[in-house]
């Protein structure tokens, strides 16, 4: 007759799947709990480009996405000691990521400022383009799809720009925003094709 | 699967994020739906266009967050020598309940204090009462025995006295 181990059984239930995670991430968070600055330098350097797009999606400002992630590095130094490796590392920086900039966005909102809207001097030149032209068209097209993502609801708002532009997988999605996978799947279906109503509208 | 069921799978079908099955089925409809087809292909160009959005990150980032560091490490260190006032006006409840909590301490302190010295105080002017009058029979010889002593040692003595002098001297 089998028999079954009851402390295992309850540990497998209690327990959520272990998540994977590579040691060299594993060290770099040690070395920054101790302190260690070098770590910290390397853990900005590693995520920078991610953080700094998610609060130029949410915020639509380069300065302010500028403030913000080094808002949110700051705010990862003071909070590390409480990480405690249950998730990714890149999944609690990112769930920082999405609090600092919505945070800052409600602060805005609250003082009556829209900060989606797009002035010149926020004017982004990309570096590829071919001619003028197409730098002067992709840069319109920027400031509508800017206003237009200014319309959506804050949270088909979020889940776009981790998307689009920190390409999170469904898996990482559901764990940043606290989720299920299925939920993460319906809320990006609306949110572009609220977002595809929108621009249809202003074009 | 009907037409809007399918539609709603198309984000998923974008982000490859359907197993084989469903992947199969999406382009299955795909190729017979042309409603389906446009809205797909508008998804894609709005996705195209958010990845647009992505830009290089300025320089200095990390050499910001350095200096925010440091300073804040400065202001950790400052704080560490100064008293922490401004915290004790942020919790007015525990700190208000902690000065009365120490206040009620040293009263009852106070008041036990007299209590132990009320109670002793009989016992000491007992003894010292009792040893002047003995010594006065010495000195001065069984005639003075005759004349009346300074002291006054007609005072009443609380039971509870009494029983510690009978205990330990034998009064």
């Known amino acids: 007759m089998q028999t079954y181990n009851i402390l295992s059984i309850t540990t497998f239930f209690s327990k959520k799947a272990a998540p994977i995670v590579d040691q060299h991430e594993i060290d770099l968070v040690k070395r920054c709990q101790n302190r260690d600055m070098q770590a910290m330098e390397e853990i900005v350097r590693q995520y920078k480009n991610q953080v700094y797009n998610i609060a130029y999606g949410m915020l639509g400002s380069p300065e302010d996405a500028q403030d913000i992630t080094q808002d949110v590095f700051v705010s990862i130094w003071e909070k590390i000691g409480q990480f405690r490796f249950r998730s990714k590392f890149s999944t609690w920086l990112y769930r920082i990521a999405k609090n600092v900039s919505l945070n800052e966005k409600s602060r805005r909102t609250s003082r009556k400022t829209d900060v989606v809207e797009i002035d010149d001097s926020q004017a982004w030149v990309p570096v590829d383009y071919q001619t003028p032209e197409d730098e002067i068209l992709a840069s319109e097209q920027q400031q509508i799809l800017h206003k237009a993502l200014g319309q959506l609801k804050e949270s088909y708002r979020t889940i776009l720009v981790l998307r689009e532009m920190d390409e999170l997988s469904y898996e990482d999605l559901s764990a940043v925003l606290g989720c299920s996978i299925g939920r993460v799947k319906s809320r990006l279906y609306e949110a572009r094709m609220q977002l595809r109503g929108i621009l249809k509208r202003e074009n | ?171």
């Open chain 2, 1 to 171: 699967m009907n037409r809007k069921k399918m539609q709603r799978q198309l984000s998923a079908y974008l982000d490859h994020e359907l197993n084989e099955a469903e992947k199969l089925a999406v382009e299955r409809h795909l190729s017979g739906c042309q409603e389906s087809a446009k809205t797909f292909e508008n998804l894609q160009q709005n996705s195209q266009l958010m990845s647009g959005l992505r830009q290089p990150t300025p320089s200095g980032i990390w050499e910001g967050v350095q200096s925010r560091i440091e300073e804040e490490n400065k202001g950790s260190w400052k704080s560490r020598f100064t008293l922490p006032v401004r915290g004790w006006f942020l919790h007015p409840i525990p700190v208000v309940s902690m000065v009365a909590l120490i206040t009620v301490f040293a009263f009852s302190f106070f008041i036990l204090d007299v209590d132990q010295n009320s109670l002793e105080d009989p016992l000491d002017f007992y003894l010292i009462a009792h040893s002047e009058q003995t010594m006065g029979f010495w000195l001065m010889g069984e005639d003075s025995s005759s004349q009346e002593s300074s002291v006054d040692t007609n005072f009443t003595v609380s039971d509870e006295s009494q029983a510690y002098l009978d205990t330990y001297f034998g009064y």
